[in-house]
T-cell receptor, first 113, second 113 residues
Framework: NAGVTQTPKFQVLKTGQSMTLQCAQDMNHEYMSWYRQDPGMGLRLIHYSVGAGITDQGEVPNGYNVSRSTTEDFPLRLLSAAPSQTSVYFC????????????FGQGTRLTVV | GNSVTQMEGPVTLSEEAFLTINCTYTATGYPSLFWYVQYPGEGLQLLLKATKADDKGSNKGFEATYRKETTSFHLEKGSVQVSDSAVYFCALNSGGSNYKLTFGKGTLLTVNP
């Protein structure tokens, strides 16, 4: 049972570089989301998607782009990384029968220097 | 808007001690309430949930009761173990077609042998 898979687990970027954080789920969940976790801040919603072709902004969307071409995949793109984007990023998905119950990936620890 | 306030940590207990982590919320309508747990180096996992007033969620010896009159959802366990050491997050979902989760800042629990 793979669940929600995130890659990479760790990444170091230089300021201004771009990269894509990958997220895939094999549970046929409609809803997927990206959060960032910072010390003392809890988890904050970056972007979310309610199905293929549909995305929307969360609480802290600036500096991030997303797309949802398939039900399974929901990549998060950083176009020009900044030190303020140093964080741990979590992808999550939720089933339609229990929309508020999120299954989380193991996270990507990103450092921007 | 929705918000979750939970007990500031860290919390340090001896094995077999009683645990309470306080959580209060602000939300419109009738939210569902959750406790998630994050073990070191891992993503969040759903620990328990309650979907309506006076419901009690329970799992792995942990319990929390949805108290609408006090807008609270405190987490309790009668006898903690070293393996319970983790970060605990209280969260809410405002219901309907809304998938979004609003998280508290998290409480770090350390249980010493």
């Amino acid at each position: 049972n793979a669940g929600v898979t995130q890659t990479p687990k760790f990444q170091v970027l230089k300021t201004g570089q771009s990269m894509t954080l990958q997220c895939a789920q094999d549970m046929n969940h409609e809803y997927m989301s990206w959060y960032r976790q910072d010390p003392g801040m809890g988890l904050r919603l970056i972007h979310y998607s309610v199905g293929a072709g549909i995305t929307d902004q969360g609480e802290v969307p600036n500096g991030y782009n997303v797309s949802r071409s398939t039900t399974e995949d929901f990549p998060l793109r950083l176009l020009s990384a900044a030190p303020s984007q140093t964080s741990v990023y979590f992808c999550a998905s939720s089933p339609p029968r229990d929309r508020a119950m999120a299954f989380f990936g193991q996270g990507t620890r990103l450092t921007v220097v | 808007g929705n918000s979750v306030t939970q007990m500031e940590g860290p919390v340090t207990l001896s094995e077999e001690a009683f645990l309470t982590i306080n959580c209060t919320y602000t939300a419109t309508g009738y939210p569902s309430l959750f406790w998630y747990v994050q073990y070191p180096g891992e993503g969040l996992q759903l620990l328990l949930k309650a979907t309506k007033a006076d419901d009690k969620g329970s799992n792995k010896g942990f319990e929390a009761t949805y108290r609408k009159e006090t807008t609270s959802f405190h987490l309790e366990k009668g006898s903690v173990q070293v393996s319970d050491s983790a970060v605990y997050f209280c969260a809410l979902n405002s219901g309907g077609s809304n998938y979004k989760l609003t998280f508290g800042k998290g409480t770090l629990l350390t249980v010493n042998p």
